[in-house]
């Protein structure tokens, strides 16, 4: 009964890494005022990135760099056209996950079947021979560990240090942000791109770690996921540590039911557990946002315009 819980406790960890980095980065990006909905294209195009570059050079740290790097190039895409052009920022994020998903499909083909770097678990020692507890959280790989860090530095920077504070002033008034001498379009293409930067290392995770290889829309939605973690988790990254856990966990379930040949719930429904939850957070949050005020920042999608 420990191992079985063990086990789906440690597989809810790795399934909600990526999940997790990417609701961490829309949540800079949107604490600006900038909505991006255009995660998936932006992981799909770091997982191909970080594949490729680790199947040509055969180094993990330059498969990293790569993919995280060129989440961040796309991201940059949508700040041009957001930010600098003031496009409709829902149609530029649709536009970058069509962009994003053509393109690594596309590009990526030559890749499919290939081998290329895996970064593989990475014990800490003394700490993963805690019993349970050891082996659930630390027996992962660098990413996991890289999220466990990262999580609460992200929140810390927003709300206890100066730049968190400038980064949701802008987010929550643009104009008065402005009048007070902050440059806001620089705050603000600056999170779309730490936004990117998440998104891209959260792709680089699936394809070097979590199922090491290229394939096309390897993400599987998970970047749409993350856009409906945002908004559950009211824009706070601790809290984004608790729903991507609990997509990981319902993801474990699939996994577990399968090694154990368990058919007390058919694959397909499991397989679908995770989005309908997801479909049921947004219904119960819209639904109770009528009743109270909401946690999105004032500014979000609205773009800015200097008043001369």
Excluded at 207 to 226: D, F, N, R, V
Excluded at 263 to 281: E, H
Aim: some cysteine.
């Amino acid at each position: 009964m420990i191992e079985d819980l063990t086990f789906i406790a440690q597989i809810s960890i790795k399934s909600s890494v990526a999940v997790l980095l990417a609701t961490v980065g829309g949540i800079i990006t949107e604490r600006s005022g900038v909505l991006n909905l255009g995660i998936e294209g932006m992981m799909l195009v770091g997982a191909l990135a970080g594949f490729a570059a680790g199947h040509f050079t055969q180094s993990p740290l330059v498969a990293v760099a790569a993919g995280t790097m060129a989440g961040g190039a796309l991201s940059l895409v949508h700040a041009f056209f957001t930010i600098a052009l003031r496009s409709n920022q829902v149609l530029s994020g649709l536009a970058l996950t069509i962009l994003g998903t053509g393109l690594a499909n596309f590009l990526g083909r030559p890749l499919i079947g290939q081998t290329g770097v895996r970064i593989r678990l990475l014990p800490i020692p003394y700490l993963s021979d805690i019993p349970v507890i050891g082996e659930v959280f630390f027996n992962q790989s660098p990413f996991a560990y890289a999220a466990y860090l990262l999580v609460p530095l992200v929140w810390f920077v927003l709300f206890r240090t100066r730049a968190g504070l400038v980064l949701r002033a802008v987010g929550e008034d643009a104009r008065s942000a402005d009048v007070a001498g902050v440059n806001v379009e620089l705050t603000r293409t600056l999170s779309v791109f730490v936004g990117g930067l998440f998104a891209g290392l959260a792709g680089t995770y699936l394809s070097l770690s979590y199922t090491p290889g290229w394939k096309e829309t390897m993400t599987g939605g998970q970047g749409w996921i993350a856009i409906a973690m945002i908004i559950f988790c009211t824009w706070n990254p601790l809290l984004a540590f608790f729903g991507a856990l609990l997509f990981g966990g319902l993801t474990a379930l699939q996994f577990f039911f399968q090694a154990t040949s368990m058919d007390l719930i058919p694959s397909y429904v499991l397989k679908m557990l995770p989005y309908l939850l997801t479909i049921g957070v947004l219904v119960l949050v819209s639904a109770s946002s009528r009743h109270r005020k909401s946690a999105s920042p004032a500014d979000l999608g609205v773009p800015f315009y200097r008043e001369l």
